[in-house]
């Protein structure tokens, strides 16, 4: 049995949880020590308030699913732990530098960075990007304003730019913008939008290059618990918790 510390106590955390079959939860921390508590004590996990601590705990592999912030204070460390990390923050690896480093890091230590698919589809065959000519490769992201913590009577563009620039003005909001320059291998065009009369948390994906061309469009329900991210995201990380040990591996 796969065990993991949880590293967030949210909404993607409560689905995880709540979706445990062939790996664990031992270990959970989060900011909010009375969240922590109440999160250890229905899971039947041992609550952190120390990272530290927490870290030193035997897990196998440590899931992230809080923050870019807390993404970028603590991926270095625990694959320095020598445990394997999934990253759901993916805007924290909006920073080069930061991400070479991380890289390299799992090199040497031959640990594993994974990245889960998040709240878009297609993740897999973009990493033809990193080998084939790409001609245009545009993310159009819309949401209620609700989801963006923001009011509008009419639909309005927030950004449009590079996916580096986007994830660190909206980093709760288009992570999957980062997700998708890491597949494709350089950083994509994006465009962030607000409508009052969308009600789902839509992606939509225009690709063309040397394969042909490619549109996808996800309109995705968000959580229950958290309106900003989408259920489909927190549905992803958990198949890459249950595929874990999966000797069939599936996609690009
Ligand atoms: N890759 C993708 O496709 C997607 C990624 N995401 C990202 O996944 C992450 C989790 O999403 P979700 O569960 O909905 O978020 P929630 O806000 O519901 O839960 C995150 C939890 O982590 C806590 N937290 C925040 N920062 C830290 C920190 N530095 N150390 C410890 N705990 C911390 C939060 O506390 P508090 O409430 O006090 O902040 C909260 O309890 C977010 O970063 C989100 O942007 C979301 C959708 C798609
Ligand atoms: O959940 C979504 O639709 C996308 C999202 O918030 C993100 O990429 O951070």
Not at 144 to 165: M, V, Y
Not at 223 to 233: E, H
Request: charged share 25%; net charge negative; glycine share 6%.
């Amino acid at each position: 049995m796969i065990t993991v510390g949880l590293l967030g106590c949210g909404n993607i955390g409560r689905v995880i949880a709540a979706g445990q079959e062939n790996f664990k939860i031992t270990a959970v921390y989060d900011v909010v020590p009375a969240r922590v508590e109440a999160f250890g004590k229905e899971f039947d996990a041992k609550p952190f308030s120390d990272f530290t601590a927490f870290l030193a705990e035997p897990t196998d592999i440590i899931v992230e699913a809080a923050s870019v912030l807390a993404a970028t204070e603590h991926a270095q460390e625990v694959l320095e732990a020598g445990k394997d990390i999934v990253i759901m923050s993916v805007g924290a690896l909006a920073d080069i530098e930061y991400r070479s480093r991380l890289i390299e890091t799992a090199r040497q230590l031959k640990r594993k960075i994974h990245i889960p698919s998040g709240a878009i589809m297609g993740l897999d065959n973009i990493s033809i990007g990193q080998i084939s000519r790409i001609d245009k490769f545009v993310l159009r992201t819309t949401k209620n304003p609700a989801s963006l913590a923001r009011e509008a009577t009419e639909r309005t563009q927030l950004f449009s730019g590079k996916a580096h620039d986007c994830v660190r003005q909206y980093p709760k909001n288009t992570n999957v913008a980062e997700s998708l320059s890491i597949a494709c291998g350089r950083d994509v065009d994006v465009e962030l939008w607000m409508d009052p009369d969308e009600d789902r948390n839509m992606h939509e994906i225009f690709f063309e290059g040397e394969f042909g061309e490619a549109y996808i469009r996800v309109r995705n329900l968000p959580s229950p618990d958290n309106p900003a991210t989408s259920y489909l995201a927190a549905l992803s990380i958990l198949t890459l918790l249950k595929n874990l040990d999966n000797p069939l591996v599936i996609g690009a």
